[in-house]
């Protein structure tokens, strides 16, 4: 059924408890707010906050929800995917790789088929997990690829695992007098933060046959620093110089379904990498001057059981 009808209809709220200790037990403290999450990423924000009186809260051991009977099978479903083999959870690797040109796509167009994606740029594929390991292999073997300092990083059944790489970066961003001091003023310092933050939060169906995944990706360079020539507040009024950061920014936010069988890739497009470090095939030189890399995300299932 359309679902603005359910939430219009005449059905009466009604008072629900479901037991998440399960999950909460193995993913440990707060972790109940990946289930809440989770629900208002399912059922959409604005039916918690619209003409139906809605409640919906979490605590260690119980997911307690005020809301007419459809939602509560939508709320039933959710929780029960997460407590479903919560004592041995799947478990989920994921990888970021930056590929300093795109033309991998053409040399792995035969492995690659492609799932819809909602955000300009972004293309995903699914791939079989042979498949993916070929494209990862041939993918670092290339001398401008370059992975998160972190590696793969695992991630559990409906927890995020979150990749990140950066640095800060120093620059002159005023003047103050200083009169006991030469020549009667001082800089003052500032920082300003460059890096990439991903995190990856799959769940699996609640009949083990598929993936769903929330792909968040912030990524903030600074591409220069301009220079402004400013007057010094001294008595002499002595020209010093300044810097005024010029930044990059970019945001991602996708939501993927996939067979369990297979792997997720996800291309961002040319996005900027301001991660410093290097792998073995590549080296520092392939990076201090790039602007723009081909960031590749690599996600696989791997089942409780499975190899």
Partial sequence: RDWSSDVCSSDLQVWKTYDISP????????????????????????????????????DGSSLKCYHVPAMQ????????????????????????????????????????????TA?????????????????????????????LPTGPVLAANGLPAVLSGGRSRPYVRDFAPRADAFPGW???GA??????TLDVQPLIARDGTAVEAVLRCRIDQVERMAPVVVSVPVADRQRAQIEVPQMSAVRVG????????????????????????????G?????????????????EPRLTGGP
């Fill in 186 to 188: 001082q800089p003052l």
């Fill in 254 to 281: 996708e939501r993927f379904r996939w067979p369990v069988n297979q792997t997720l890739v996800v291309g961002l497009g040319l996005v900027p990498w301001p991660v410093p470090g290097q792998n073995a095939a």
């Fill in 73 to 116: 099978a939508k709320v039933e479903e959710i929780a029960a995917r997460f407590t479903v083999d919560a004592a041995a959870p799947h478990r989920f690797s994921v990888r970021v790789l930056g590929v300093g040109s795109p033309s991998w796509r053409n040399d792995a167009r035969g492995m690659l088929r492609a799932i819809p």
């Fill in 191 to 196: 920082t300003c933060d460059e890096g990439l």
């Fill in 23 to 58: 999950f909460v037990k193995v993913a440990g403290p707060g972790s109940q707010k990946h289930v809440v999450d989770w629900v208002l990423q399912e059922t959409g924000y604005a039916n918690w906050h619209g003409d139906v009186v809605a409640s919906l809260s979490a």
């Fill in 119 to 147: 955000t300009p740029g972004v293309q995903a594929w699914i791939l079989s997990r042979e498949e993916a390991a070929m494209l990862i292999g041939m993918l670092r073997r290339r001398s401008d690829c370059q992975e």
């Fill in 283 to 299: 080296t520092p030189s392939l990076f201090s001057d790039a602007k723009r890399t081909d960031v590749v995300v690599v996600v």
